[in-house]
């Protein structure tokens, strides 16, 4: 954790100002970092690692940081987890009034619409990432690193003390609904979790 200390570390990803972000801020803070704002473009992000104005940063995925942004060129490590972003979401905002107008059945075909959205992009998401580890190992230029237990148990421990603090009523109500869930499920998934290693020929 020391090696923050004195880190100047893009953070966030395209909307500045979640709550999470904002967070991570105060983590990073707390940790002697200094968190920075502002576009991670191609260019930006680029120039700013090669110039030293920054030390290191976060975007999106390794996909789309290799595909859009070429950071791959510039830097020499890429971590997981993002443990700094442990849950994406997707969503669909409507408004309430036009959706309370719609038959019971364009709702459903809506409901529909957004899970095979979900599906196909998580997967396409999950498979797209996969072969970019795979390219960034074979070429040995990006080092692939695993950010160790300890040290992600630690920051887990700080985003849940500030998660606790969060005065909003509807962040709590969300937050609550999902340590309940939380609770729950993940005694099951570790049950569900091998222990044993695929060999492939």
């Known amino acids: 954790m020391d090696d ?3 880190l100047k570390y893009r953070i966030g990803d395209r909307v500045w100002g979640r709550t999470g972000d904002l ?5 990073l803070s707390d940790l002697g970092g ?3 704002k502002g576009p991670f473009g191609r260019l930006g992000g680029r120039e700013a690692l090669l110039s030293g104005r920054l030390d290191a940063g ?3 995925t390794p ?3 290799m595909s859009f942004l070429g950071i791959h060129e510039v830097v020499k490590y890429c971590y997981f987890p993002g443990i700094q972003d442990m849950a994406g979401f ?3 905002i409507v408004n309430n009034q036009k959706w309370d107008a719609l038959p019971p ?3 459903e075909i809506v409901k529909g619409a957004c899970d095979s959205a979900m599906a196909r992009s998580l997967t396409r998401w999950a498979v797209d990432d996969a072969k970019v580890v795979k390219i960034l190992n074979d070429e040995d230029k990006v080092g692939i690193r695993k950010i160790p237990r300890e040290m992600q148990q630690e920051i887990l421990n700080k985003f849940v003390a500030y998660y606790d603090q969060v005065n909003d009523p509807m962040f709590q109500k969300v937050w609550k609904s ?3 869930f939380m609770k729950i499920y993940i005694p099951y998934m570790r049950l569900q979790q091998t222990d044993v290693e695929v060999k492939l020929k």
């Not at 967070?23 to 983590?27: Q, V």
């Open 4 to 6: 923050f200390k004195g």
């Open 23 to 27: 967070i991570w801020e105060k983590i």
């Open 34 to 36: 200094s968190p920075t």
């Open 58 to 60: 976060e975007d999106n």
């Open 63 to 65: 996909w789309r940081d």
């Open 90 to 92: 997707l969503e669909l």
């Open 105 to 107: 059945d364009l709702k």
């Open 178 to 180: 999902q340590k309940e």
